[in-house]
């Protein structure tokens, strides 16, 4: 069976990608094809999460197994069909390539072709400019903002615990402790 991917970015508006792969390929075969496409190199870490009707991740294939320690099953691009996690059409999944900034494409199975076979991946179509594969990390980070040292203002220090204004019946009278039965309390 032939499976049939549509590839947009919500950074790119206008780019869009048509993937034909078969359904026994891998989803190394996919990612590959995907970042050939979009002319994006194979060095980085990424991953596919299979999303639900409303792009939520469910289920993790990534490239490599990162020892984590989990009871949720790890999927490794290299081992994982494409029909072992992917069987309905509508199917939507993201392909997180960047990791620092969680930037991904989104991926919904468009079409399944029964009967045919495909023995490497096709990008059908390539429509428009991915967006940049590396962006500043910085654009992705709002640094918290020091303070200027000139104007904080100084503590008014009259109101703390302990100054000449204590009050000794701040304090509750413990003499009604001593009263208690010690038996009961054993520490």
């Known amino acids: 069976m032939i499976y049939r991917f549509v590839i947009v970015s919500d950074e790119a508006d206008n780019f869009k990608l048509q993937i034909a792969i078969d359904s026994t390929a891998t989803f190394m075969q996919l990612r590959n ?5 979009a002319g994006y190199s194979k060095e980085q870490m990424d991953s596919f999460y299979i999303c639900d009707d409303e792009w939520n991740k469910e289920k993790e294939v990534t490239c490599m197994d990162m020892g984590t320690d989990t009871d949720e099953d790890i999927w490794i691009m290299d081992d994982a069909q494409l029909d072992e996690i992917i069987e309905d059409e ?15 494409f989104k991926i919904k199975l468009k079409e399944t072709i029964p009967g045919k076979t495909l023995h490497d991946p096709l990008c059908e179509l390539k429509l428009g400019t991915p967006p ?12 918290p903002k020091i303070p200027d040292a000139n104007n904080i203002e100084p503590i008014d220090r009259s109101e703390f615990y302990g100054d000449e204004e204590y009050n000794e019946d701040e304090i509750s009278d413990f003499d009604e402790m001593d009263s208690l039965d010690s038996d009961n309390y054993k520490f």
């Open 132 to 143: 940049a594969e590396n962006v500043d990390i910085t654009e992705f980070i709002t640094l």
């Open 90 to 104: 509508g199917q939507r999944m993201k392909f997180v390539f960047d990791y620092m900034t969680e930037r991904f």
């Open 33 to 37: 094809v995907i970042l050939d496409s």
